[in-house]
């Protein structure tokens, strides 16, 4: 498929590369740095998400015919940068954190290497990818983290851009849910893809008893029946007579869910369905699935929450120049020095100090250093993990971040992560980034 | 173009059509209904958007072989369901709010009557459309109420995902906006497009001397210098040095913007670039561009919080069955009773009550009318506005509401409704919705 990228783009990133072709400092050697300058508001961590998704898009960065015309008619840019942008693929390097990791304030999380023009060109795909992705995953991360290892289902396509639901479904089960109800991440990402019916499946219906039969008859006694649609004592004592006690489940979707859902255990147990399990799906978040932590919950569907980021929608990263090369062929390290936005000029690597327990105590940027010089400067009481990995080298994707297979790589690597913060990480509370960042 | 929206929806769409076609109450003719409960919070009218895109997807919801067969690997649906999803095309008829028109809680924004089957599956689709793209448009209507007429321009496509940069970039336009950064909704939907250069366009250089002569020798004195990089006030002295007083427009993008703005202004004018403009862009919601009514800015660029919906994401527009008729033919209301998610059953039309001087006083939910019934029932003191037109008629879309020209008359339908709100719905503050909801 892949329709071209190129144009869900800010105009100046090419009326940037118009001007520097016009002056000849478009082929300058430059390094762009996408970092965030902070978590959200009250978060102690961060989680990358959406480099597998980046890279394909990065692939599909092109400027066909069509998109040459129209720039051409509304005089964008000049003939020359057309003729540039006609033969445009990215040849440069990309670094970056393996997507799943955590991050911190000032983590050097993508790092692009390449001709000035070749690099800044990507800055608002490359911004909108991390960012909506990674606020996603940094909310479902939290959400996975208090649901005391019950499953979570994402379930928000409805509320978010309808390609932006795809995004955030991957984006999820990456960072620990256990399935999604949206079709395409099932199919394009190999998330796995759940959903039985909604209210107006029972409204359909003469009566919830036949809508009850008709799913069952559909589905098998195992399916999950929807049960507030009027009322729920009523609704579960229908559902265990329909199915008999091999229902599979009840979906909960309205009232006070504490008391509800200890009302449904104690009715299904009563009515011999001990093996009937329990989902609710009501507006939840981090703050109420951790308000259910005692209760007989068997899994949890979030949906608005997860899908805008729990409160921060966007991650705030941020893709600044932070060297070139000077002629002489020296790194020049830039940055500007805006008040609140300066940023940290040079080249960087980074890596995560552990302790001697393999716990995390700083995230260590080490600047004016090469992202392809793997030592890491451990430290004698622990050791330290390097955090970029090169994912496109002279223009070549490594081909094992893409797709189903790369999507499961990272949710695999995000587990491991998980393993390695500071248990305070895992407080709701507000509070600083749970390790320090130093830049060495 | 248009690849296939079908997929971007949930599993559940199609199970529930798949559990009907098997007890035969695929075929019930029904009335969904899309609606808000409430605003969010605080909001005092909300924004309908989305609309010229949503006809644009129903349009292309189809299944090809790719989805039939994935469909039926993953054992999704069974045979009689595949067969009719292969010849899905909504056949029924939507009425709908015009895009750009006001809505308050209750507001009957979509009625779509055809098959359960045949709407049921649209629901996803319909919601993540007019949730993300209203949650855009009413965040927009604000920030455009308190800008005292200086042009906004849209610049967040880097703070959300990237296909729905493009939506917000219309929704932005038709509630008000002067433009976008984004090239997409440019081509596509005829959103004026604007843009110059970043920070890094400056540290390119060697100096900010040689950036602004570069860019000059580009675009003309009449561009837009970024002046922030380092220090403004230097900045600006070299803008209007290398420029001269012709310079079009400085741009800041950090500090303390009333204090800086001002300070420009005067530096501007003591520099004889009298007619030079300032257009300021930094992290800018409804809030701090009311905070700058005082003060000489002449454009505005919003980024993170248009894009966001200014703290509410998702509109929060839901989609329910509420008719369906019986074997005899007659319309049967339904509606579920789940606390604080109960529905108001029925078929609906809706008018907005106008007093004498034509300002808006109600919004009257009319119970068990027909849509298509455009009698208003006025009240003697004033007149109604009728709200409800006719969006696809049996499967055929009304082509006026499409593209680049749909998007202009979006705009303008906008601009005329604004002037019919009661003026304490342009107060920032929290407060209930400007206009109570009426059912008769």
Redesign the interface.
């Known amino acids: 498929?892949t329709?071209t990228?190129a144009?869900?783009?800010?105009?100046?990133e090419?009326?940037?590369v118009?001007?520097?072709i016009?002056?000849g400092?478009a082929a300058?050697e430059?390094q762009?740095e996408a970092f965030a300058r902070h978590l959200p508001s009250g978060r102690r961590y961060g989680i990358v998400a959406g480099t597998g998704r980046l890279l394909d898009?990065i692939r599909a960065f092109r400027f066909t015919d069509a998109?040459l015309t129209?720039l051409r008619d509304?005089r964008?840019v000049r003939e020359p940068t057309i003729a540039w942008l006609a033969d445009y693929a990215f040849r440069g390097t990309i670094w970056g954190y393996r997507e799943g990791e955590a991050y911190f304030p000032g983590s050097p999380l993508i790092t692009v290497d390449g001709t000035?023009a070749e690099c800044?060109i990507l800055?608002?795909?490359i911004?909108?990818?991390l960012?909506?992705d990674s606020s996603v995953a940094s909310a479902a991360a939290r959400m996975v983290s208090v649901s005391l290892g019950r499953p979570l289902a994402e379930?928000g396509?409805?509320?978010?851009?309808?390609?932006?639901?795809?995004?955030a479904a991957r984006a999820a089960y990456i960072a620990g849910f256990a399935s999604t109800?949206?079709?395409?991440a099932?199919?394009s990402w190999g998330v796995p893809?759940?959903?039985?019916?909604?209210?107006?499946?029972?409204?359909?219906?003469d009566s919830e008893e036949?809508a009850f039969?008709?799913?069952i008859?559909?589905?098998g006694p195992a399916t999950t029946l929807l049960v507030?649609?009027?009322?729920v004592a009523a609704g579960i004592e229908l559902a265990v007579r329909v199915a008999g006690p091999a229902l599979g489940s009840i979906r909960i979707?309205?009232?006070d869910l504490p008391t509800r859902v200890a009302e449904a255990r104690s009715q299904l147990d009563s009515l011999g369905a001990v093996n009937t399990h329990i989902t609710v799906t009501?507006d939840l978040d981090e703050f109420s699935i951790a308000a259910l932590s005692a209760s007989p919950v068997d899994a949890f569907g979030v949906g608005?929450s997860v899908?805008?980021?729990s409160g921060s929608?966007?991650a705030?990263m941020v893709?600044?120049?932070v060297a070139?090369r000077d002629d002489a062929g020296d790194w020049v390290p830039?940055?500007?020095?805006?008040?609140?936005?300066s940023s940290v000029g040079g080249r960087k690597r980074a890596v995560r100090r552990l302790d001697s327990a393999g716990i995390a105590r700083a995230e260590v940027v080490l600047i004016g250093e090469d992202p392809a010089d793997s030592t890491p400067p451990a430290e004698p009481s622990g050791r330290d993990r390097v955090l970029l990995v090169p994912l496109i080298t002279d223009g070549v994707i490594d081909e094992s971040y893409l797709g189903a297979a790369g999507t499961t790589r990272a949710r695999a690597h995000h587990a491991a992560v998980m393993q390695e913060l500071p248990i305070e990480a895992f407080r709701l509370g507000r509070g600083d980034p749970v390790i320090p960042t130093l830049y060495r």
């Open positions: 498929m329709e990228s144009f869900r783009t800010d105009r100046y090419l009326t940037m118009d001007a520097a016009q002056s400092t300058r430059c762009f898009l998109e129209w509304n964008v000035f800044v800055e608002t795909l911004l909108s990818v960012n909506y379930m396509s409805r509320r978010t851009g309808e390609y932006s639901g795809v995004a109800s949206n079709l395409e099932g199919r893809t759940m959903g039985t019916a909604a209210h107006s499946f029972t409204l359909l219906h036949d039969r008709a799913q008859a559909a589905f507030d649609t009027f009322d979707d309205s009232g009501s608005t899908v805008t980021g929608p966007a705030g893709y600044k120049l070139h830039v940055a500007k020095t805006s008040p609140a936005k």
